[in-house]
């Protein structure tokens, strides 16, 4: 993925209900990725990461679904709280290189 | 248990000048990265190191330069700073071949 502009999109959710970030990648060889949280003013924090050989995989309260077909990664949150509120990033890197690409973040609002 | 140490937070210089983020890890990590990080959008890869001894061109080399003084040490130096190159800048370091990169604060950078 690559940055798109000054603009990140934005995602609003309900709290207490599950938001659902996407995220497209580019490179068909990547074998490996990875979701990050970014609060304001902080680096970025992992999530969770799930490679190419598989298809799901979930951790507290996040699940990360990859569809290779068509280059999509997605990121479940369950039962949303107000400190999920943060700009999340996917990433992308193949085994053996360690270079690590960040996609376009998505900044999540939590409303009360 | 200080994790990833960047000096200095913020600096402000002239076009022109030249000055060097330092970042220091004591995690016992191989490898070790700086991104830059522009309002609004993602992280780029300005230059990664895999191992000591060993460092490579990222997305935006551009008018950077860096040094792995050893396994813990990993600077970034701007010859001739330029506008363009106002921005925050990250360091962060990983064990070899994982995804889970642990990040510095930030070292907030203007270029007048």
């Known amino acids: 993925g690559e940055s798109v502009g000054l603009h990140l999109p934005t995602l609003s959710v309900q709290e207490g209900d599950n938001s659902i970030i996407n995220c497209a990648y580019s490179?068909?060889?990547?074998?490996?990725f990875i979701w990050y949280k970014q609060e304001s003013g902080k680096g970025p924090q992992f999530i969770i990461d799930?490679?190419?050989?598989?298809d799901k995989r979930q951790g507290q309260r996040v699940t990360v679904l990859l569809n290779k077909t068509v280059k999509h990664l997605s990121l479940q949150i369950a039962a949303t709280q107000p400190g999920d509120s943060a700009v999340y990033f996917c990433a992308e890197k193949n085994f053996g290189n360690e270079k690590l690409t960040f996609g376009t973040g998505t900044r999540l609002t939590i409303i009360p | 248990n200080a994790g990833v140490t960047q000096t200095p937070k913020f600096q402000v210089l002239k076009t022109g000048q030249s000055m060097t983020l330092q970042c220091a890890q004591d995690?016992?990590?191989?490898?070790m990265y700086w991104y830059r990080q522009d309002p609004g959008m993602g992280l780029r890869l300005i230059y990664y190191s895999a191992s000591e001894g060993t460092t490579d061109k990222g997305e935006v080399p551009n008018g950077y330069n860096v040094s792995r003084l050893n396994k813990r040490e990993f600077s970034l130096r701007l010859e001739s700073a330029a506008p363009s190159q106002t921005s925050v800048y990250f360091c962060?370091?990983?064990?070899f071949g994982s995804g889970e990169l642990f990040f510095g604060e930030g070292s907030r950078l203007t270029v007048l």
């Open positions: 962060a370091s990983s064990v």
């Open positions: 490179n068909s060889a990547s074998d490996y």
């Open positions: 799930i490679r190419s050989n598989m």
């Open positions: 995690m016992n990590h191989n490898s």
